[in-house]
């Protein structure tokens, strides 16, 4: 069950995500703010995320997990990098409402 999922994501210290296409999958998103480390081999945005990793090979995705999984504890902070206000201001900031307002 998905509630199942998610409170394993809050014992999981590092999130491997190996697909070669999909990008911003909601899992990752979940995984962040579950507190994970996310390695993925697609980069979502063009700016980086807080606790997201990116691999270009399946050995540099080795590589990373094993740093990731032999240094100290991580920073698990709760990561949201887009939350619905924010992408509700940016919709909202979209339109000239000085124009609309005087028409």
């Known amino acids: ?3 199942a999922a998610l ?6 210290k590092v999130f491997a995500h190996p697909s070669s296409y999909e990008g911003l999958g909601m899992v ?8 994970a ?16 990793h990116f691999a ?6 080795v590589n990373i997990l094993k740093r990731l999984l032999d ?3 991580c920073n698990n902070s709760k990561i ?13 900031g979209l339109f000239d409402y000085k124009d609309s ?3």
């Open 1 to 3: 069950p998905h509630t």
């Open 7 to 12: 409170a394993l994501m809050q014992r999981t």
């Open 28 to 35: 990752c998103l979940e995984a962040l703010y579950a507190g």
């Open 37 to 52: 480390q996310v390695v993925s081999f697609v980069m979502p945005m063009d700016q980086p995320i807080k606790n997201w």
């Open 56 to 61: 270009k090979t399946p050995d540099d995705m």
């Open 71 to 73: 240094d100290p504890p």
């Open 80 to 92: 949201a990098p887009y939350l619905i206000a924010d992408t509700c201001s940016k919709m909202i």
């Open 101 to 103: 307002a005087t028409s």
